[in-house]
C-alpha cells in the first residue's frame, strides 16, 4: 500500500530528509499556516509531518484519512493530543537529538549575560571606548560564572547535560522536578539561591506563566533567567518590568509566546542591555538538525512497519 506522506513546514528543517523505505508519495511545503491550507494539503494524507503547524482539534476533524502526526520536534503542544486519540491517529515526537545543541545556546546566553558581552559589544560600536578617559570602563557590571549557583528546572535529559557542563565550568548547581529524583530541590529554593535559573520543562496548563511577578521578586537582584523552552513559561510583561524595574539583572530568552511574532512581542521590540532573545534557535545547529530528521524518518518507518516508537500518550 502507497502511504501518502505530507510535510507542512519543510522550511523549518535545514536537514537533509531521507528516502522512506516503504511504497510512497510525498509532498513537502516550505510553510503552511491557515486551517484551510491544513485541510486542503492533507486530505488525501496518511501521514503529516509537522513542526509548528498547529494540529486544533476542528482541523483533525476534517481529516479522516490521517493515521500518523511525525512531529519533527520534541514539544506537541501544537497538536489536540485528545482529539488525535479519539481518531486514532498517532503521534510520534523526536527525542534525545539537541543534548548538545540546546545546553551550548544555554552556556552562550549565561556568558553573554553574566559578564555583558552584548552591551559592553555595542557601546564598542557607538563609540564609547573612544571617548573613554581610561583604558577601560565599568558601565555594565560583570559577574563570574565560576562559584555561581545555576538553577535548573526541569531535570530531564538536558538538564543533566546543561549541570555537566556548569560543573565543568566551577558552577554549584540546584535542580527542580515535579518528577521525584534524589538531590533535587523544591521550586522556592530555586528562585532564592540561584544566580542562573534556566527553563526545561513543557508547557501545559500547569507550567503556564509558571515564572511570573511574584516569583521574580524571590529572585536575587543579581541573577539571570534564561528561557530556551517555551515561551508561554514566563510572564513576559513582568518580566519586562523586572528587567525594566532592576527586579532581576538580565535574561536570555530564545522563545516567546507567539511564534514568529508577526504583530509584535514586548520581549523581541525591547531594546535593553540585559536582555537578549534569539529566534528559536537553540535546537538548531546543523549536526542536531540532522539527527533529528533521521530520527524523524525513523518514526515514520516503524510506525509504517507495525512497531511505532516515540509515540506520545495524552
Partial sequence: MTQNIVFLDRESLDAKVREFNFPHAYTEYESTWTPEEIVERLKDAEIA???????????????????????????????????AKQQGVTVVNIRNYAFNTVPEHVVGLMFALRR?????????????????TQFCYFDYP??????????????????????????????KVIAYDVFPQEGLVDF?????????????????????NMI??????????????INTARGGLVDEEALLEALKSGTIAGAGFDVVAQEPPKNGNILADADLPNLIVTPHVAWASKQAMQIL???????IEAFVGGKPQNVVEG
Fill in 49 to 83: 509531518i509537522i513542526n509548528k503547524v498547529p494540529m486544533r482539534a476542528d482541523t483533525l476533524k476534517q481529516l479522516p484519512k490521517l493515521k500518523l502526526i511525525a512531529v519533527a520536534a520534541t514539544g506537541t503542544d501544537v497538536v489536540d493530543k485528545a482529539q
Fill in 116 to 132: 555583558a558581552i552584548v552591551p559592553y559589544a555595542n557601546s564598542v560600536r557607538r563609540g564609547d571606548w573612544a571617548k573613554s
Fill in 142 to 171: 560583570i559577574h563570574d560564572i565560576a562559584g555561581s549557583t545555576l538553577g535548573i528546572v526541569g531535570y530531564g535529559a538536558l538538564g543533566k547535560s546543561i549541570a555537566k557542563r556548569a560543573e565543568a565550568l566551577g558552577m
Fill in 188 to 208: 522556592e529554593t530555586i528562585l532564592r539561591d540561584s544566580d542562573v535559573i534556566t527553563l526545561h520543562v513543557p508547557l501545559t496548563p500547569d507550567t503556564k
Fill in 212 to 225: 511570573g511577578r511574584d516569583e521574580l521578586a524571590k529572585m536575587k537582584r543579581s541573577a539571570i533567567l
Fill in 293 to 299: 530528521a533521521d530520527q524523524l524518518v525513523d518514526n
